[in-house]
């Protein structure tokens, strides 16, 4: 997520000559989720989604859109809404606890059904007390700098995707839009060389874990076929982030090399998978889904074949390279202001899952951060309410210090 992202500049629409052209495109889904932020955006920079076939642009001449299917669902997924901090008193209280007196571990509370997501992992890492007051009493406040870094993202998606509404029935149909995603990202990677907004679904570190890449690149040079992941920040300001920013965007990229490489390497529990998340592989998927999978290529009736088609891809792909590459965008203008290329750290990032995983499974009280990154305070929105607070009352609040509110 990003501190800011500045209005993408206006796409010179497509020649209808050209799209009557085209042959027949991959279909992409995207999330209930996904699409919830997509407004959200759009409503921050005063655009809106259209409610048929969005018209797609190219990112470069020689280079076709993917359709991306946008979900409309019958069901509700949402959680309750959680108490306010200010109305709760002691937050213990609030704590479920099992029949035999434990508290429940926050992933099983919280993330039972979807899974860890790599962002809860970096929201961790920032703050371990402010992760903990936002799974009890709401998720942080969406600033408009956020909203605006979410637009930049959505743009940057647009270049490459095409969206299409289509109609869910189940939570079956929820994940087999989230392996759809998957499945065409991956094949436009490998046909057309670049790919944005890549889901990823897999079994890491004895959790499973779910993340959006924002961006994979074929090297140029033909001899190198190991393709390179790209996560991009915006700034409201002419300038790098902090350190503990820029560590934690870093933490970000290598869990998704973490997970990737996993993916390609690696038998996906097939079995877990429909256990853990209580789903039906035998599911008939909706009408609308058949329908597009079977045009896509890959036709699919029930969630177990999408399952399928998604681990015959992974084994496909190669390994992702060991040098990751952090952008970090000016918000007005979307001029780069630096560019981080680091190494892969395999034995730094398991460790810092790990970490993060004691809290989440209840192994240990939530942490402070540490001593002198406690200027994070001055802007957390629980601040007032924080015992790490060292200046609780001259602390505002008005502005998010978690990683997704600096950088997108």
């Not at 929820?174 to 490998?190: D, P, R, S, T």
């Not at 560019?339 to 892969?344: H, N």
Request: glycine share 4%; hydrophobic share 35%.
């Amino acid at each position: 997520m990003s501190e800011s992202e500045s209005p993408p500049p206006q796409s010179t629409p497509p020649n209808p000559e050209e799209e009557l052209i085209q042959p027949n495109i991959p279909i992409e889904f995207v999330s209930e989720e996904e699409m919830a932020l997509i407004e959200a955006a759009y409503a921050a920079t005063r655009s809106s989604i259209s409610s048929s076939i969005c018209s797609p642009s190219r990112f470069q001449s020689n280079t076709r859109s993917i359709q991306s299917i946008t979900l409309f669902s019958k069901r509700s997924f949402s959680d309750s809404t959680p108490p306010d901090i200010e109305d709760s008193g002691n937050f213990k209280s609030t704590q479920k606890k099992t029949r035999s007196g434990v508290a429940e571990p926050f992933l099983h509370r919280f993330r039972r059904k979807r899974g860890l997501s790599v962002t809860d992992i970096t929201a961790t890492e920032w703050c371990e007390k402010q992760m903990e007051f936002s799974l009890l009493f709401g998720k942080r406040k969406i600033s408009k700098a956020m909203k605006v870094g979410q637009a930049r993202h959505v743009k940057l998606e647009q270049e490459v995707v095409k969206k299409v509404k289509v109609g869910v029935e189940s939570a079956e149909d929820i994940w087999a839009i989230k392996f759809n995603n998957f499945i065409c990202g991956a094949n436009q990677l490998l046909f057309e060389g670049l790919t944005r907004e890549l889901p990823l679904i897999g079994f890491v570190e004895g959790v499973w874990l779910v993340g959006v890449i924002d961006e994979i690149r074929m090297p140029e040079s033909q001899s190198d076929k190991n393709p390179i992941l790209v996560d991009t920040k915006t700034r409201e300001r002419d300038s790098l982030p902090a350190e503990p920013q820029r560590r934690n965007g870093r933490l970000q990229l290598m869990c998704y090399k973490h997970l990737w490489d996993t993916l390609v390497t690696s038998t996906f529990p097939t079995r877990e998978f429909f256990d853990v998340f209580s789903l039906n592989r035998n599911s008939i998927l909706s009408e609308d889904i058949r329908e597009k999978t079977a045009n896509s290529g890959f036709p699919a009736k029930t969630l177990e074949d999408i399952v399928e088609y998604y681990i015959n891809t992974c084994s496909m792909l190669p390994l992702s390279q060991d040098q990751l590459l952090l952008r970090y965008e000016l918000q007005k203008d979307q001029s780069v202001i630096a560019e981080d290329q680091f190494a892969y750290e395999p034995e730094w990032v398991k460790k810092q899952i790990q970490v993060c995983l004691e809290f989440w499974l209840g192994q240990r009280e939530a942490s402070y951060t540490l001593e002198e990154e406690r200027w994070k305070c001055r802007h957390c929105q629980f601040a007032t309410v924080c015992p790490g607070n060292p200046k609780p009352d001259t602390t505002s609040g008005s502005r998010n210090s978690d990683p997704s509110s600096l950088s997108s």
